[in-house]
């Protein structure tokens, strides 16, 4: 990589602080909507750069905005922190090997997309203060991307609502803009009441909320066969009633994720299953309660952004790895099996390349291939605003998602390199949002007449509010 562009030696003024900062993250990983620790060094190192700060956004104590510059058009840079349970994994080598047991672990490299985002805010605050540009340019720090969906209710509650476009990334082992295609996701409790008796001496005075779980569960396999393509619903049991096999369950709950490549569907689906629902609980003659834990829309694409990314993208290259990157990368495949590595590439239509262990090269835009597609709170964004999201190489081809190799490498210098490079791309793309007028009235203009066709519903009740996890727990 080059610093001949403009943005390039802002970013590497930078680079070390917020490298440290993805480190100090990793070193201390949180839960969802539990992320004190992590959102307080972003709003310190937001401090330190000289940021107006926002703290407690929408009311979420995990959630911060740093703002700089005046005038101009808004851009936003969004940011992620929380980390995954179970994942602890020491970082560096190529075995598992929990830091603490059962502990939780960045396994999906939010401390590297927190970190990046507010590097590439760094260096476009750099920028526009160096030029005396109008312009300005806020990170958002979002917690609870990992099924809390803090963006869904930032948008409800108006943090977008002055915003002209935004930017963010993930980790990932191939550098690409991101597929436009996500599922719209609602995860919804399902709480049975019945009643306590005594299975053997009084089994007809009791009522049974297991068994209504369990008679849920065969409606709701039934129902698959009549869903739309695309659509997908998973359980969790969070309360079985109880481990005494001698006392009739009087309480039962299950957490469903249900699934659909549209918000409208996805939205008469839940009806569908809350339905199913009912007709467990009058067949065991016990109550339901439905709870909404969380919910996101479906990605809104927005073609003028995908399409500028890619012009950045194409313009930088491929994350600069070296030999010894590449080493650590081949010692993580050896923990993969074959179809873990071939995997990736179906998704973009490549065949796989024998021996190539990191992606040092950027990937067409739209290559095709096959959809490996889930769901996630930016997609609430992209109704709110303009929105393009950029995936650069920071892991072994073929890593899976949500795993102890993610944590891994996590701190590695390949990681950090991606992460750069993630933060360079951000910021160049910025930059050309600001000056470009033409650029971002193409993006705005083609956002709204995608909202005139499918007008935006938030999927969650309007009543709702996050799933607040109380400091210090």
């Given amino acids: 990589m080059q610093n001949t562009h403009p943005i390039d030696a802002a970013v590497e003024i930078h680079r070390g602080d917020l490298e440290a900062l993805a480190d100090q993250v990793w070193a201390t990983p949180e839960l969802l909507y539990g992320e004190f620790a992590s959102c307080a060094a972003h709003a310190d190192v937001l401090r330190a750069k000289g940021f107006h700060i926002s703290e407690a956004v929408t009311g979420i104590p995990t959630a911060v905005m740093g703002e700089a510059g005046s005038g101009g058009p808004v851009i936003a840079i969004l940011g992620e922190y929380d980390a995954l349970p179970g994942l602890s994994q020491v970082a560096g080598i190529a075995e598992p090997r929990p830091l603490v047991e059962g502990g939780n672990g960045h396994g999906c490299g939010h401390n590297l997309l ?136 009087a309480t039962a709950r299950v957490r469903y994720s249900i699934r659909a490549p549209e918000l409208a569907d996805m939205l008469a689906l839940v009806e569908r299953v809350k339905d199913v629902a009912r007709g467990a609980a009058l067949m065991t003659g016990t109550s339901v309660e439905f709870r909404v834990f969380s919910a996101v829309s479906n990605n809104l694409v927005n073609e003028v952004m995908d399409a500028a990314m890619q012009r950045v993208l194409d313009e930088l290259g491929g994350v600069p790895f070296d030999a010894a990157d590449r080493d650590f990368a081949r010692a993580i495949q050896a923990t993969l099996s ?47 605003v303009p929105t393009t999201e950029v995936l650069v190489a920071t892991h072994a081809i073929g890593t899976p998602g949500h795993s102890w190799q993610i944590t891994a490498q996590g701190k590695s210098p390949a990681a950090h390199k991606g992460m750069t490079h993630a933060a360079t791309a951000m910021a160049r793309l910025g930059q050309m949002l600001i000056t470009d007028g033409k650029l971002l009235s193409e993006a705005k203009a083609e956002h709204a007449r995608r909202l005139t066709r499918s007008p935006y519903v938030s999927p969650l009740p309007a009543d709702l509010a996050p799933p607040l996890v109380p400091r210090g727990a």
């Fill in 114 to 249: 927190g970190a990046g985002a507010l590097l590439a805010a760094c260096a476009l605050k750099d920028w526009l203060e160096a030029t005396g540009t109008p312009g300005r340019v806020r990170y958002y720090g979002c917690p609870a991307e990992e099924g809390g969906a803090a963006k869904a209710f930032m948008v409800r509650d108006g943090a977008f609502a002055d915003v002209d476009a935004a930017i963010t990334w993930h980790p990932d082992c191939f550098t690409r803009v991101d597929d436009p295609e996500s599922l719209a996701n609602t995860r919804m409790d399902f709480v049975f009441t019945g009643r306590a008796s005594h299975a053997a001496a009084t089994p007809h005075l009791g009522r049974s909320a297991l068994d209504a779980v369990e008679l849920m569960s065969v409606g709701v396999n039934y129902l698959r066969e009549h869903m739309v393509n695309g659509a997908r619903i998973h359980y969790a049991y969070l309360d079985a009633g109880g481990t005494a096999p001698n006392v009739v369950q």
């Fill in 338 to 384: 074959p179809t873990d590595i071939e995997a990736p590439y179906r998704g973009i239509a490549m065949e796989p390349r024998p021996g190539e262990t990191l992606c040092d090269y950027v990937v067409p835009l739209r290559p095709g291939g096959e959809k490996m597609i889930g769901s996630t709170d930016v997609s609430d964004v992209t109704w709110a």
